[in-house]
């Protein structure tokens, strides 16, 4: 299996840079600096950058970038990809400049999301520092937070995440809009960190080729502080205010100048993986949590 230790970055896109630095800076509380080669890091602890935003015609999200630990993982992943028949492509010098890493391959799944994976990251030792005051994001070695990818291709993609990229299954939850019709599957999955989830999968499309993005504070406050921030800067309300059943963070969503959703939450669970058990849930919260805010 390939060694994933957390989500190091992603890539998402937009034509007007300026958009996501406002977000970012003044709602988000993160530090944005430009990227070597054009586009804009957006920095959320101490290194360089957590997100990559480039410029292209088409607000969306590119890529999810996944951290191995050293070059003897980053060989034995291109080993396993060529065992299981699977096409990849190498990262040009300037991505991997750009990335900041020792070396870069990108593959795609079976309903197209592309996965980077890398080794060996640079770091400048600079501290982060929030032009909002937040305190710190809750990253390290559980990464930058989660994705949650659109796989209506989902049995494929989702075997591909277990049996390539080589995510378990942490839970399941069965979507059920309707009562009359087939249930929705979101599947969500850990790597080699205490993370709940990583990555999840949901059996459906979305046009900015992203369900959302999760990222974590250390406290209700910051959360509240960020809600307030963004009722300002009159940034779309995705979801109100809720706890999730499944890994217990208290967040809410709001949409991203790229198109999808970024959570913004405090308390994640933090899992032990040799006494958990994987299960269903049967509803998305134990309180709050309306999405219906976002469709009005």
Aim: hydrophobic residues 40%; glycine residues 8%; charged residues 20%.
């Amino acid at each position: 299996m390939i060694d994933i230790r957390g989500l190091s970055y992603f890539v998402s896109q937009i034509e007007n840079l300026s958009h996501w630095q406002r977000y970012a800076e003044d709602v988000l509380g993160m530090q944005v600096l430009p990227a070597p080669g054009g586009g804009l890091y957006v920095k959320m602890d101490e290194r360089p950058f957590r997100m990559l935003i480039v410029e292209g015609s088409e607000p969306r999200y590119l890529a999810s970038g996944w951290e191995l630990p050293s070059e003897p993982a980053f060989l034995a992943a291109i080993e396993h990809l060529n065992a299981a028949g699977i096409d990849w492509l190498a990262g040009n010098a300037d991505e991997v400049n750009q990335r900041g890493v020792q070396a870069l391959i990108k593959v795609n799944d079976p309903s197209g999301n592309c996965h980077e994976l890398s080794w060996g990251h640079r770091s400048d030792c600079l501290p982060f520092v929030s032009p909002q005051g937040v305190p710190r994001f809750i990253t390290g070695d559980m990464g930058l937070g989660h994705t949650v990818l659109p796989a209506p291709n989902f049995d494929a993609t989702l075997a591909f995440a277990k049996d390539v990229l080589g995510f378990e299954l942490s839970d399941i939850f069965n979507f059920r809009p309707d009562p009359a019709a087939p249930a929705i599957r979101i599947h969500f999955l850990h790597c080699q960190n205490a993370r709940h989830h990583s990555l999840a999968l949901a059996e459906y499309p979305v046009p900015s080729g992203c369900v959302h993005v999760m990222v974590e504070v250390d406290s209700m406050t910051e959360v509240g502080r960020a809600h307030d921030r963004l009722q300002a800067h009159a940034v779309n309300l995705s979801s109100t205010l809720g706890q999730h059943l499944n890994d217990r963070m208290t967040s809410f969503y709001m949409k991203t100048p790229s198109g999808f959703d970024l959570e913004y939450g405090f308390g994640g669970l933090q899992v032990d993986w040799a006494e958990h058990s994987a299960f269903e849930f049967t509803r998305v919260s134990i309180w709050g949590h309306d999405f219906s805010v976002g469709q009005q």
